[in-house]
């Protein structure tokens, strides 16, 4: 299930497919899915089936690569690591505002799940709301009509 999840994402997105490897060692605790920097390989939690952590996780990252292809110096030309600032300045940042508003597009357009990003503050949550709207009314406005079965 989840490899055709992931290849349904990629061609979503343009993006080559990626071999994907269930392995706990190469992820830090909190994550559950990590695309190394060439995007030829996506890590997910070993789990005993699909959560949807990990759902939204892959497509966030498989995002992150689009970002990388279409336009690195928007996303990436200031970027800076989570060890280096706060929640509010990291969760501010193009990159991430876009990947978790991808991901709760997917989430919602697939689960019928909408993510509150609850950790987050206000200001964060704003923009990734806006950011969804944006994503649901110029790139995917099909996905913003679907509802789960």
């Known amino acids: 299930m989840i490899n055709n999840y992931i290849k349904m994402i990629c061609g979503m997105l343009s993006?080559?497919?990626?071999?994907?490897?269930?392995?706990?060692?190469?992820?830090?605790?909190?994550?559950?899915?990590?695309?190394?920097?060439?995007?030829?390989?996506?890590?997910?939690?070993?789990?005993?089936?699909?959560?949807?952590?990990?759902?939204?996780?892959?497509?966030?990252?498989?995002?992150?690569?689009?970002?990388?292809?279409?336009?690195?110096e928007l996303y990436f030309g200031s970027y800076r690591p989570r060890e280096e600032l706060s929640l509010r300045e990291f969760s501010l940042q193009p990159s991430e505002v876009d990947s978790n508003a991808f991901g709760a597009v997917v989430a919602l357009a697939f689960f019928g799940v909408e993510p509150v990003f609850d950790e987050y503050p206000g200001i964060t949550r704003s923009r990734?709301?806006?950011?969804?709207?944006?994503?649901?009314?110029?790139?995917?406005?099909?996905?913003?009509?679907?509802?789960?079965?």
């Open 15 to 72: 993006l080559p497919m990626p071999q994907v490897f269930y392995n706990d060692s190469a992820l830090l605790p909190d994550e559950h899915a990590r695309l190394t920097p060439d995007g030829k390989r996506l890590y997910l939690r070993k789990l005993k089936a699909a959560s949807l952590d990990q759902l939204f996780a892959a497509a966030a990252e498989l995002r992150r690569e689009w970002q990388r292809r279409t336009d690195n």
């Open 128 to 149: 990734i709301d806006a950011r969804i709207a944006e994503i649901r009314k110029n790139e995917f406005p099909d996905l913003a009509r679907l509802r789960p079965e």
